[in-house]
């Protein structure tokens, strides 16, 4: 498995929308994608983490081909302090009860 993460440092007035967008462009799509396996949004206000896992790299990049995260920034950008960071990671152990 695959995993990407994106970091966001909203500013503080506009936490809520800004998440309300990132639900809206990214959750929203990615669900419906080949290779998706699971979407997670963690929030500790004002920052904000996507931690997105797909069944290999090959199905992240297609999902970032979509345009999805350019879409997203055209109207998150105003909410940001700082451009947003994104780090990629591929799965060693992994356990679920």
């Known amino acids: 498995?695959?995993?990407?993460t994106m970091n966001y440092q909203f500013k503080p007035g506009d936490f809520d929308q800004a998440c309300a967008l990132w639900q809206h462009?990214?959750?929203?799509?990615?669900?419906?994608?080949?290779?998706f396996v699971r979407m997670?949004?963690?929030?500790n206000p004002p920052q904000a983490m996507a931690i997105g896992?797909?069944?290999?790299k090959s199905f992240a990049e297609a999902f970032m081909q979509t345009g999805v995260f350019k879409r997203l920034m055209v109207e998150l950008d105003q909410y940001c302090d700082g451009k947003p960071n994104p780090q990629t990671w591929d799965l060693?152990?992994?356990?679920?009860?």
Do not use: C
């Open 1 to 4: 498995m695959y995993t990407a």
């Open 25 to 35: 462009h990214v959750l929203q799509v990615a669900r419906d994608q080949p290779g």
């Open 40 to 43: 997670q949004f963690l929030v």
């Open 53 to 56: 896992t797909w069944q290999a």
């Open 92 to 97: 060693l152990y992994f356990e679920q009860v």
